[in-house]
């Protein structure tokens, strides 16, 4: 090997990074050139400083950080809360139809069925792979941190008012409440989000 | 023993990523987060190189590790956990380019340092050591931003800030072993010849 094929290795050499093959061709080859071997002294000392580099960005950034991991989970709630909400509306979609009024008893009745059986936040669809339910389970438990049962309640009514009643001044009062009681959790994030699109503000 | 320290032992004792994945896919609340405080800062400095914006590089690490996220139930190690991390990384930032090009806002904060200052009780401590790593951090950034084709940045990257293999940067960006250290002894020649100087005067 000569000097061109050598002098790319130095830094993978440095990192000690190369296969037994060719760190023994490096070594080999080193031994009877100066030239690299300067070249290998320099590689050394850039990369020192590059480390320094690369650990001082990592220590800066640092406190830019820290809530990153509590912003993933608000947005993975947010997500999963809204997809929630998309499939009950789906689901729900022609009881909004002014033909459909004798409808809205079974809606009130599915109102009803709703709040019975889901206490907490929405389930996953049931054709998710079993392995998602469990790496849902760690949102579910992270939303108890971030709001309390009562809020989602509250939220996931607010939705049927607003979705299902269509009645959005009301929905928006509801909404307020949320927002009111427990400020900063992912139910007051979603209820605001929801203030924000509504159509009709009162 | 120093701070600095400490706080590279820490990050030392977080668990294997194989044990962490495990551990997210058996419903471990607590694992996913130590996955995060593993990589955050590695990722968005990856995609701060790439945005140089500080709420764009945020925005992408968030988003990589809702991919990750959803993505894990379904992963199987196959690959390095954090090689498929970064390529996720990756395909983010290229998609960030994407759409700037669409929506093409030239500005001045594109000239702006990609790296945020150091913090004042760096300073207070021991200002000419702080000032002279300061220099050399800037001269290194500005070599990255200005010298380096793009292939031989996003290499050199992954290689330091990544802290991947040549092999896995390979892997990554889906070229050769042999084209990755080509990459990087051109950035790093380049880093170097901008630090002579500094050298020869003694500074470093």
């Known amino acids: 090997m000569n000097c061109n094929d050598i002098a790319p290795l130095l830094i993978a050499y440095v990192h000690n990074d190369l296969s037994d093959e060719e760190r023994e061709a490096v070594e080999s080859h080193l031994k009877n050139c100066p030239e690299c071997s300067r070249t290998l002294e320099e590689t050394i000392w850039t990369v020192e400083l590059l480390e320094r580099k690369v650990e001082a960005d990592m220590e800066s950034v640092e406190p830019l ?37 004798a409808a809205y008893a079974a809606a009130a009745l599915a109102f009803g069925v709703y709040i019975g ?7 996953r669809p049931a054709d998710q792979p079993a392995l998602a339910a469990k790496a849902d389970e760690c949102i579910r438990m992270r939303l108890r941190m971030y709001a309390d049962e009562e809020a989602f309640r509250k939220l996931e009514s ?9 009645d959005e001044w009301k929905a928006w009062g509801v909404y307020n409440q949320v927002i009111r009681e427990n400020p ?9 989000e929801e203030i924000s699109t509504a159509e009709y503000k009162p | 023993m120093g701070e600095k320290r400490k706080r590279k032992l820490n990050i030392e004792e977080l668990p294997e990523d194989e044990e962490l994945i495990k551990r997210i896919k058996e419903g471990d609340e607590r694992a996913f987060e130590l996955l995060m405080r593993k990589y955050k800062r590695r990722v968005y400095l990856i995609a701060l190189q790439s945005t140089k914006s500080h709420e764009d590089a945020e925005d992408i690490t968030q988003e990589v590790f809702i991919r ?15 090689t498929w991390l970064y ?43 702080v000032a002279e790593e300061r220099e050399i951090r800037r001269l290194i950034d500005e070599v ?38 080509m990459h990087l002894f051109r950035a790093v020649s380049k880093i170097r010849e901008a630090l002579k100087p500094l050298k020869e005067r003694g500074e470093i």
């Open chain 1, 65 to 101: 950080l820290g809530d990153l991991e509590v912003k993933v989970y608000r947005r993975l709630a947010a997500e999963w809360v809204r997809e929630a909400r998309r499939r009950w509306i789906d689901r729900l979609w022609f009881l909004r139809r002014p033909w459909a009024w």
């Open chain 1, 117 to 123: 059986s889901h206490h907490l936040a929405p389930e």
């Open chain 1, 158 to 166: 607010a939705h049927v008012i607003k979705y299902v009643r269509g």
């Open chain 1, 184 to 192: 900063g959790t992912v139910a007051a994030m979603i209820a605001s």
């Open chain 2, 68 to 82: 990750v996220f959803k993505s894990i139930p379904s992963w199987e190690p196959r690959a390095s956990f954090s």
């Open chain 2, 87 to 129: 390529k996720v990384t990756s395909h983010l930032c290229v998609d960030y380019h994407r759409s700037r090009v669409r929506q093409r806002v030239e500005s001045v904060d594109d000239e702006e340092a990609a790296v945020p200052e150091p913090r004042a009780e760096d300073l207070a401590s021991h200002p000419d050591r």
């Open chain 2, 144 to 181: 990255i931003q200005k010298n380096l084709s793009g292939r031989q940045r996003d290499a050199f990257i992954l290689y330091y800030y990544g802290g991947l293999q040549v092999k896995e940067v390979a892997e990554v960006l889906g070229v050769a072993e042999g084209t990755v250290k």
